[in-house]
């Protein structure tokens, strides 16, 4: 399993960065980023079940571990989803998590993915073009 961390500094409280990265809209937005069309099902409650999802229905679903609102949020991936089906897979503990530190400038916005060498290339291209997408929604919109 490999680390991967990525930050980017957002003029905004972090109240409005919480607002874009979990608000239907704008989720769907800067999950684009990786998938369009990228959306998600269920809650984000601690220790709830999350699905998701790419426009075919395909995708991963996650346990919420941590649920910090304005402050942290923090997502195990259990296991893949095909035609509608859980699949559990052995990943080990891949973990994605958002860390959000107010400051000065605003929020300094923090991603952490926990993730085997075989998916590095693609957060590392994905990843950065995400965070400018949740920059530029929380920077530009009421």
Same mark, same amino acid.
């Given at each position: 399993m490999e680390i991967l961390s990525y930050e980017i500094e957002i003029n905004a409280e972090p109240?409005? $960065?919480?607002? $874009?990265l979990w608000g239907d809209i704008t989720y769907k937005q800067w999950t684009s980023a990786f998938a369009k069309g990228s959306f998600y099902q269920g809650t984000l409650e601690e220790g709830s079940i999350v699905k998701?999802?790419?426009p075919n229905n395909n995708g991963m679903y996650s346990r919420v571990e941590v649920n910090i609102p304005n402050q942290e949020m923090k997502f195990l991936h259990l296991g893949e989803i095909y035609a509608g089906i859980e $699949?559990?897979?052995d990943w080990g503990n891949p973990t994605e998590t958002f860390i959000l530190e107010e400051n000065e400038e605003g929020t300094l916005l923090k991603g952490e993915i926990q993730t085997?060498?075989?998916f590095k290339a693609f957060f590392e291209e994905k990843f950065p073009k995400a965070l400018e997408i949740i920059k530029h929604l929380s920077e530009n919109q009421l």
């Open positions: 109240e409005k $960065v919480w607002s $874009v998701f999802f790419d $699949v559990p897979q085997r060498e075989e």
